[in-house]
C-alpha cells in the first residue's frame, strides 16, 4: 500500500499561492499515477488533478490554468501548486495513489479575505 502525508496547506487571500505536498511511503509510488482530491464542507470529494507514472496530467475543469501537479519519484514526493486561488478553493486536500485504498489526514486550505 501507498500511505500518503499531505502538507502545505494554509490560509491565504483571494489570488494568492499554496504549494501542496505529499509524501507517499511503499515501493509502488513510482509504479502509481497519483491523484490530488478536495473535500469542501457538505460536499463531496473530488479529484482535482492527476499525474501518471509517466508524468501524463489531467485536472479539473475549474482548476486548469491556475493549478499545476507534479512528482519527484525519486522523493516519493508529488506536488500541486495552487495560484490564483479563490475562495471556492476552500477545502480539505489530500493525495492518494490509483494503487492505493489509503487516504492520508489530508491539509486544510483556506481562501478568504
Known amino acids: 500500500q501507498v500511505q500518503p502525508v499531505e502538507s502545505g496547506g494554509g490560509w491565504v487571500q483571494p489570488g494568492g499561492s499554496l504549494s501542496l505536498s505529499c509524501v507517499a511511503s511503499g515501493r509502488a509510488f513510482r509504479f502509481s499515477a497519483m491523484g490530488w482530491y478536495r473535500q469542501a464542507p457538505e460536499k463531496q470529494r473530488e479529484l482535482v488533478a492527476r499525474i501518471t507514472s509517466g508524468g501524463t496530467s489531467e485536472y479539473l475543469d475549474s482548476v486548469k490554468g491556475r493549478f499545476t501537479i507534479s512528482r519527484d519519484n525519486a522523493k516519493n514526493t508529488v506536488y500541486l501548486q495552487m495560484n490564483s486561488l479563490k475562495p471556492e478553493d476552500t477545502a480539505v486536500y489530500y493525495c492518494?495513489?490509483?494503487?492505493?485504498?489509503?487516504w492520508g489526514q489530508g491539509t486544510q486550505v483556506t481562501v478568504s479575505s
Open positions: 492518494k495513489a490509483d494503487l492505493s485504498v489509503v
